[in-house]
């Protein structure tokens, strides 16, 4: 059999014909998108990557041979088809279709392949499960709204590229087969065949590695990076991931904040063709959290949170007293406009705090020129005066108030806040409301360790003057959960989509932050000893961030999941359901790196 395509070259994307073809005679190759019999003329649409287009087999004006073979093609065989490009007849025009005012009259068909009858059908808006979807995923990935996704997040690579080169950065590949890097997630193992009973980790970051080539005077280094967490799979994660990672020397953290905001402005601009006002708008972590009960604020809609703790100290509302004289907060929010929630909206929103570990709600509802609540009877007339002042109450408002431990206070709002706007429609998609989070503390308690850990990672730096007061946190710590680090988010509606910090650059600094984590010597060594080791060579001073592409690219396109913005994706149980991974292997394998499984019948 002879290659059909030897002689049969495309000349042309259906979808880039136009017009200006009239009378040519083009080679298309394709998809058979739809085809349909009108009386006995064929109508096929061709599909390739740019689009779609008429054909044309007509048996009024083309032999028998080439019509019969015409009146075979189903949905998805793989054709190549010539003819010549004619406008439309007048009236059958489809101004829906790019193409619509022309079509091809076939007059050569090849059928490269066949199809079998489709699971679902190649187009948009189809109800079918994900889990099918993947396991198609060559026939999902066909459909136009997915070919669009791919070739965004390739105009992203490129226009990323484009600016981190043209800016000096030079792009680095760093192992995946390397040790544990900890970015606070588990990893994902790989045994070593040649040293039995070890284990390569897959990177949760390039971080180590990026600081050493800094030390290795690359002066700046990035990459479009692959990461890999082993974290539950809670909500839109992904167990590998894509960042786009980044690293400069002899910077402040304004440095990599300026530098940050004109690659997001460049990629929306060359991408979307989309015009962002940098600086972004910076906000401090504590302003954040008081404010918003979030590090990562939405700031397309109001509804800030207000603080009525000291007031709650007086009243003799026994939970607001309790709470506020124990550390707690009280604080509420102003629903503008809520007075119209009904009894059973508002047991609603009592039920979600719930969900977030509230144990309930105080509300107060202002509705034509009366309150109502439950609470408000424990409130004497000035102190009623005092709460309304303090929340801006006006008629037509609903006012709601958690007390409880700060943590849950911050959360449950935060939380009730997001929900509110959705309910109110009050978040504006059309709008990008960038922000840096900046000014975030070092770290944190964990109560389950009993000891610190890094808010960001351990190798960002303490602000300058919280680097004095290392050794004196060394015997107390609670002095440390006061430190500042110079670590940033940048924020995206609401959404973190990228995050950094300038890094230690001395070992005597990354020795003490490791005490203070509680990280022991010999365990400091054991890990990060390369890392320490390579500090004292010369290390300049550094600092960078990464960027979570999936992310940026679900928000750029309005996708519901990142899961989208993936060729191939994983499901949310961590599964690929196209190649069934992860999976059993062989007993030769295993034994070859020296593993044994026991299979739990519990598990
Ligand atoms: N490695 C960090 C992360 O993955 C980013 C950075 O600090 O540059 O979040």
Redesign the pocket.
């Known amino acids: 059999m002879i290659d059909q395509l030897r002689d049969f070259k495309r000349d042309y994307y259906c979808g880039d014909l136009n017009e200006s073809n009239i009378g040519e005679e083009v080679r298309l190759l394709g998809w058979v998108d739809t085809v349909r019999d009108h009386g006995g003329v064929i109508f096929i649409n061709l599909r390739d990557r740019e689009g779609i287009v008429q054909v044309v087999f007509d048996p009024s004006k083309i032999g028998e041979k080439l019509y019969n073979k015409a009146k075979k093609l189903k949905s998805e065989y793989v054709i190549g088809v010539r003819g010549r490009v004619n406008r439309r007849p007048a009236g059958t025009e489809n101004p829906k279709m790019k193409t619509g005012n022309i079509e091809v009259a076939g007059e050569e068909l090849l059928i490269l392949n066949t199809s079998k009858a489709l699971p679902f059908p190649i187009e948009d808006n189809i109800k079918v499960s994900e889990e099918v979807r993947l396991k198609y995923r060559y026939l999902d990935l066909r459909r136009p709204s997915m070919q669009r996704n791919i070739i965004l997040r390739h105009e992203v690579y490129q226009a990323v590229r484009e600016f981190l080169a043209g800016n000096g950065f030079i792009e680095v590949e760093t192992p995946m087969l390397t040790k544990s890097?900890p970015?606070g997630a588990r990893d994902f193992l790989v045994p070593s065949r040649l040293e039995k009973g070890k284990f390569y980790a897959l990177p949760?970051?390039?971080?180590l590695f990026?600081q050493i080539l800094m030390v290795a005077g690359l002066e700046r280094y990035f990459q479009i990076a692959k990461?890999f967490r082993d974290e539950d799979l809670r909500a839109d994660r992904q167990p590998e991931f894509t960042?786009i990672?980044?690293?400069m020397s002899f910077v402040t953290e304004d440095d990599v904040i300026t530098l940050a905001e004109s690659l997001i402005q460049h990629v929306y601009k060359k991408v979307l063709g989309i015009d962002i006002k940098i600086p972004f708008r910076r906000m401090s972590y504590e302003e954040a959290i008081n404010k918003y009960g979030t590090d990562k604020p939405d700031l397309r809609y109001g509804l800030e949170l207000i603080d009525i703790t000291d007031l709650a100290k007086e009243v003799e509302f026994k939970v607001f007293n309790d709470v506020a004289k124990s550390g707690g907060l009280v604080k509420g929010i102003n629903i503008k406009g809520g007075s119209k929630f009904s009894r059973k909206e508002i047991d609603e929103l009592t039920e979600y705090a719930k969900k977030f570990g509230a144990k309930g709600m105080a509300w107060v509802k202002l509705e034509n020129g009366e309150a109502t609540s439950p609470i408000l009877k424990f409130f004497t007339e000035e102190q009623k005066q005092k709460l309304f002042s303090l929340m801006d109450a006006k008629d037509g408002d609903l006012l709601i108030f958690i007390a409880d431990k700060k943590d849950i206070t911050y959360k449950v709002l935060g939380f009730l806040r997001k929900h509110i706007a959705e309910k109110m429609n009050l978040i504006d998609n059309s709008r990008l409301e960038f922000l840096w989070v900046v000014d975030f503390p070092l770290f944190e308690w964990d109560e389950e360790e009993n000891r610190l850990v890094a808010i960001?990672?351990p190798?960002?730096s303490p602000k300058d003057e919280d680097i004095d007061r290392l050794d004196e946190a060394l015997n107390n710590p609670e002095i440390a959960l006061s430190f500042k680090s110079k670590?940033y988010d940048m924020v995206l509606n609401g959404e973190e989509i990228?995050?950094?910090?300038i890094?230690i650059h001395t070992p005597y600094i990354q020795e003490k932050v490791f005490q203070l984590l509680n990280i022991s010597e010999e365990e400091a060594k054991e890990k990060f000893g390369f890392l320490i080791e390579a500090l004292s060579y010369g290390a300049p001073p550094h600092?960078?961030?990464?960027f979570g592409l999936d992310r940026i690219l679900a928000l750029m396109t309005g996708s519901e999941s990142i899961r989208d913005m993936i060729a191939f994706p994983k499901t949310q149980k961590g599964i690929c359901p196209l190649t069934g991974a992860p999976d059993y292997v062989s007993e030769k394998q295993l034994k070859e790196v020296g593993i044994k499984v026991e299979v739990d019948e519990e598990w």
């Open positions: 890097t970015e949760q970051s390039p971080q990026k990461c960042q990672d980044l690293e960001h990672h190798f960002t670590a990228g995050g950094g910090s890094r600092g960078g961030l990464a």
